[in-house]
């Protein structure tokens, strides 16, 4: 073991802020999950009348979330921590991540509101006149076209733009949705004390992902009994954060099952393209991730589970597993927001003669076509993007759907590689909770602790039978998207 001695009874908090609930892990130095916790926006907090935390505005677009609800799921998720009596004292370092491009417009005079917290209130009390935008845009949103359009003229067109930032405009991204309040606001523009004319030295400098930002405030020292000592890891996206959680390592492909569908892979060498995105990798930080994000994830699988499966996933996994593989030729797509790659919305279905049918003959065909249109997409844009699935790569899921293995086998089957998953699948929390630590203890001390462990456990194989099957129809599959992309 290096310098830093191992103590096992300091532990380590990391926080998603993630699309629907915000979710914490507690570990120790031995990597063991002592607390698990989280607030569900809609549920949790129904007065802000989210649905699967987000308001979807009428204009079919625009997609923001209540950013005084984030601020009361904190101070509630902590209350939670504290009545599952988390001895906050021994909370060494904290870090987390956010769901990335949410954004939140702090108004001037805000920094002094922080500086002066007082234990004696909420969060959610001392800070509610403190932001300047009430409704954060977040990644689902894909209203800011035009902004799009206007920052890839300025900056000589999109794959310049990859290449300088490692994506082209996409309209969730947070520079497009500054413009797009700069344009339609200028009032919330002006009285917001993170973003002016001089973006870039109010945005701050850019830290390393494991960087000490500091010692956490005396307000959560005062109210939950953290130590003054108790050290702030910088935050970072929910899927570099997943990265992180996965253990991800070159050559191995992480599927994640959430609110958004992600697929990424460490990279040595960036190849920006005009699909998908090329991030620092938050572990090497001289190496790369490559990403793809898909917005029809989860809660459009869980709107095929209501419509067509009674609203239970007992259901859904029957009627998937009760049709055979290639769902007798029947392919779906079901874009029921706006998809991010392609930029499109609506359902589409074609039979195995591939002419246009409005449904399936079953029920059962539609729970398949949802499940197999979905990871033909990923397959198919992943090759698009020149990720090869090689013989020794690994598939490693997480997310919510990464917990049933019936759908994991169509994963396995789809991407014709095994599917790994590990025993907890809020993998953004817990890829946090490893950065506060690796921030906290330094890499070496913490990858020697990390590579004595193992969450791993294979939970799907490819059969050698469906490779030809879902090689063909994800060629069918390819045409379908690309023929409906331009009609
Ligand atoms: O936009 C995304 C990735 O770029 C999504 O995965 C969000 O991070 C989900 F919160």
Redesign the pocket.
Known sequence: MSSTNICSDRIYLGFDF??QQLKVIAINEDLVILKENAVRFDEDLPDFKTTGGVHPHSDGVTVTAPTLMWIQALDLLLDKLKADNLDFSKVAAISGS?????SVFWKKGAENGLKSLHSGSSLCEQLKDCFSVADSP??MDASTTKQCKELEAALGGAMHLAEITGSRA?E?FTGNQIAKIFEKSPSSYNNTEACAENLETKLGPLVKSTEILGKISKYYVEKYGFSPDCEVIAFT???PASLAGMRLQEGDICV?L???D?LFLWLTQPKPALEG?IFINPVNSDSYMA?L?FKNGSLTREKIRDEFAGASWETFTKSLKSVPSGNNGNIGIYFDVME?QPLLSGRFRINKEDQDVPKFNTAEEEVRAVIEGQFMSRRVHAENLGFNILPKSRVLATGGASQNKSILKVLANILNAPVYIQDVSNSASLGAAYQAMRGSLGHTCFNEILNKTSRMVRAAEPDDSTVELYTKLCARYKQLEERVSQS
Not at 98 to 102: A, E, L, T, V
């Open positions: 993630s699309t956010g769901q990335q491009h949410g977040i990644w996409y969730r996206g929910d899927n994640s959430g609110t958004s992600t995105h990403l994000c991010i």
